[in-house]
T-cell receptor
Framework: QKEVEQDPGPLSVPEGAIVSLNCTYS??????FMWYRQYSRKGPELLMY????GNKEDGRFTAQVDKSSKYISLFIRDSQPSDSATYLC?????????????FGQGTRLTINP | ETGVTQSPTHLIKTRGQQVTLRCSSQ?????VSWYQQALGQGPQFIFQ???????GRGNFPPRFSGLQFPNYSSELNVNALELDDSALYLC?????????????FGPGTRLLVL
């Protein structure tokens, strides 16, 4: 079983739709949760960063963490064609004292005009 | 403030060869982590360097090695290249070792092994 599970998609929605992206994890030691956006042939770009259970909002993006269920989500409101990218969930765990990021597989999202 | 930079952007090698990839960390960051991202997959942790010392390693064989220099830039070396080493290699820098420190990624080096 992978430490982090993410539906790879692809996911295709019309412009303006609300998008929901999800990840589950198995390691209770994960405490910090991130969402990265990765455009084709680019490195991952940090979108959202959360620590505690609950919601965190930043513009059109909302990150949700439920530690009791080991489940995190990213919601995108009023989706735009420029949001088309691969979205990676990531969380931190320690590997021999190193701050290791553990990533999901990534969900490829396309917003259709 | 400059971001994380990597060189080269693309590289083609043949099986059995050796390769060196380079990373310059973001200004003020003393920690560099390397990741391998195969096509259609999320990045996988290779190892991390902090103040010129290796500080944690993922499930990669010893033919993957690295260095960090006094200016905190870093190299990833891969010996005896295999076809499965074809991937995007990402480096990420952060300020320290605390779990709450976020990592910022470079654009990656795309390696193709033939």
């Amino acid at each position: 079983q992978k430490e982090v599970e993410q539906d790879p998609g692809p996911l295709s929605v019309p412009e303006g739709a609300i998008v929901s992206l999800n990840c589950t994890y198995s390691n209770s030691a994960f405490q910090y949760f991130m969402w990265y956006r990765q455009y084709s042939r680019k490195g991952p770009e940090l979108l959202m960063y959360t620590y505690s259970s609950g919601n965190k909002e930043d513009g059109r993006f909302t990150a949700q963490v439920d530690k009791s269920s080991k489940y995190i989500s990213l919601f995108i409101r009023d989706s735009q064609p420029s949001d088309s990218a691969t979205y990676l969930c990531a969380m931190t765990g320690l590997v021999q004292g190193a701050q290791k990021l553990v990533f999901g597989q990534g969900t490829r999202l396309t917003i259709n005009p | 403030e400059t971001g994380v930079t990597q060189s080269p952007t693309h590289l083609i090698k043949t099986r059995g060869q050796q390769v060196t990839l380079r990373c310059s960390s973001q200004s003020g960051h003393n920690t560099v982590s390397w990741y391998q991202q195969a096509l259609g997959q999320g990045p996988q942790f290779i190892f991390q360097y902090y103040r010129e010392e290796e500080n944690g390693r993922g499930n990669f064989p010893p033919r993957f090695s690295g260095l960090q220099f006094p200016n905190y830039s870093s190299e990833l070396n891969v010996n005896a290249l295999e076809l499965d080493d074809s991937a995007l290699y990402l480096c990420a820098s952060s300020i320290g070792l605390a779990r709450e420190e976020t990592q910022y990624f470079g654009p990656g080096t795309r390696l193709l092994v033939l």
